[in-house]
């Protein structure tokens, strides 16, 4: 018997996100100097099993899959996606850690918030938020937690 639609979706879709993890957890594992992944090395961990139990319950028939994710779904999910892999693959080593993240959020909010583009004010929301968003994270990483976060071109 042959699974339907929704389900190897499901299967597909949580098999896609606990490769990543493994690689993510992989990395974190063998990047020197150690101390600088410890933070990581903990979300990665509890990511990658969170993703292996999805994976896993996927496969088995466990999980309430829905209808699945249509092509207009899919479609809406397209752009974040891509800014999403650039920013993982390139920007975030290339651009420095806050930069990337800063232009990365800039875009997506831009792609999926529903206020005008037309107008100079939502503009301005979407700067002050973005600068919102980026000093919770320097605050967080930087001087709470005392993090290491790639530092290329800027920061």
Not at 41 to 61: D, E, P
Not at 89 to 107: D, N
Request: charged share 10%.
């Amino acid at each position: 018997m042959t699974p339907n639609l929704p389900r190897l979706q499901h299967v597909i879709g949580s098999g896609i996100v606990a490769a990543v993890g493994l690689w993510v957890t992989y990395v974190s594992y063998t990047q020197q100097p150690s101390e600088a992944f410890l933070f990581p090395r903990l979300v990665a961990t509890i990511f990658v099993v969170l993703a292996l139990w999805t994976f896993g319950k996927a496969c088995l028939g466990w999980t309430k899959v829905g209808n699945g994710i249509s092509v207009t779904q899919m479609a809406n999910l397209a752009p974040g996606l891509i800014v999403a892999l650039v920013y993982i693959f390139w920007a975030a080593k290339g651009l420095g850690f806050y930069t990337a993240t800063a232009i990365a959020f800039f875009i997506l909010l831009s792609l999926y918030d529903p206020a005008s583009h037309r107008e100079l004010k939502s503009w301005l929301k979407r700067l002050f938020v973005t600068a919102c968003f980026m000093g919770v994270m320097y605050g967080l990483f930087a001087k709470l937690l005392k993090v290491y976060t790639p530092r290329e071109i800027f920061f």
